[in-house]
């Protein structure tokens, strides 16, 4: 079980990011207003706007004071103002947050699945003609860019073949609804969601394997085979069951960053989510709605490290004993 020194780990390391992310606009020499939202931005607000959001985060008095504003603005939900988009920045996060956990948590999951499965086999066959080719044929896979795997498959399919949309995540003005709306949604959900896979399943490959052929010189192992049991038990129950832990540990890291580690997919195909906004905001220099960005993923990956820390022991009971 997880132990009241790992609560307080992450209680400290969530303090720690949320003043960081109150702090370092601040601390920057100038206008705090000019240092949170840019100079456009400030050129082009109204002296009206800049009066309530000065106001908003009290801007205008001491540190503490802001600190503690700052605190309150939090738990209300408030992570400010997005100048570009003319909205809070919590609107328009969870706008488009939807998208991203649609398309990049399928990707991980597929990802995941097709890339322990694969191990166990390859691991499982070390050395003969299946895995030899198929570790050289995830390896090449694996050198190739997500965004150039994006390009490619858009040229192949929507360009040349025209037989998936270019962009977006639905045909906004085609008033579809219903299972008609589900299909849409899945034909721009194709392209972006195989480049994904495509990219991310070598890691996971390799990794179980590697610990496929670690697992299966355990003298356990041998215990098994002169038991008599079957070779699927042995290979999936046993040896590949204990290769699951560093997968885990991978699997929670990247379910963690998965809102912004699409960006460069998203922007392929103009797709609509977490990773596709933060490029616009990049682009608009929209420095709140970035900060916010910036926060919900770290809040991302310090819960689901949490999660997955509190799942260890389910899949290695030895987890218990080293703590």
């Known amino acids: 079980m997880l132990t009241r020194q790992n609560l307080i780990t992450y209680l400290v390391a969530l303090f720690i ?10 601390m920057m020499p100038g206008n705090p207003i000019i240092a949170i939202y840019g100079d456009v931005a400030v050129i082009q607000m109204s002296p009206e706007l800049e009066a309530e959001l000065t106001e ?43 998208w991203t956990l649609l398309l990049a948590g399928l990707a991980l999951i597929i990802s995941t699945i097709l890339g322990i499965m694969l191990g166990i086999e390859s691991g499982w066959r070390r050395g003969r003609k299946f895995d030899g080719s198929l570790l050289t044929g995830i390896v ?47 034909k721009h959900l194709l392209l972006p969601l195989v480049t994904l896979v ?50 885990m540990t991978r699997t929670g890291i990247l379910l963690g960053l998965m809102v ?19 490029y616009e905001a990049l682009t608009y220099r929209d420095y709140p709605l970035l900060q916010g960005l910036l926060l919900v993923s770290a809040l991302c990956v310090l819960t689901v490290n949490f999660i997955a820390d509190l799942l260890y022991a389910k899949v290695d009971p030895r987890v218990n004993y080293a703590r």
């Not at 700052?70 to 100048?83: I, T």
């Open 260 to 278: 912004t580690g699409v960006l460069f997919v998203e922007v392929v195909f103009s797709y609509p989510g977490i990773g596709f906004t933060t």
């Open 56 to 98: 908003r985060f009290s801007l205008d008095q001491p540190l503490g004071r802001q600190f503690v504003s700052y605190w309150v603005a939090l738990f209300q939900g408030d992570l400010g103002y997005s100048y570009a988009y003319n909205a809070p920045v919590t609107e328009v996060i969870f706008g488009r947050l939807p």
């Open 140 to 186: 090449a896979l694996s050198g190739f860019p997500d965004f150039l795997l994006g390009i490619l498959l858009l040229l192949l399919f929507a360009v040349n073949l025209q037989l998936l949309p270019l962009f977006g995540a639905e045909n906004a003005y085609s008033g579809l609804s219903g299972f008609q709306r589900l299909v849409d949604i899945a």
């Open 198 to 247: 495509l990219a991310r399943v070598g890691g996971g490959y390799l990794l179980t394997r590697n610990a496929m052929i670690g697992e299966l010189r355990e003298p356990y192992i041998l215990l098994a085979r002169a038991k008599g049991l079957k070779q699927g038990t042995i290979r999936y129950r046993h040896a590949g069951r204990n290769s699951l832990l560093p997968i």
């Open 17 to 26: 990011i949320l003043t960081l992310n109150f702090l370092l606009p601040r």
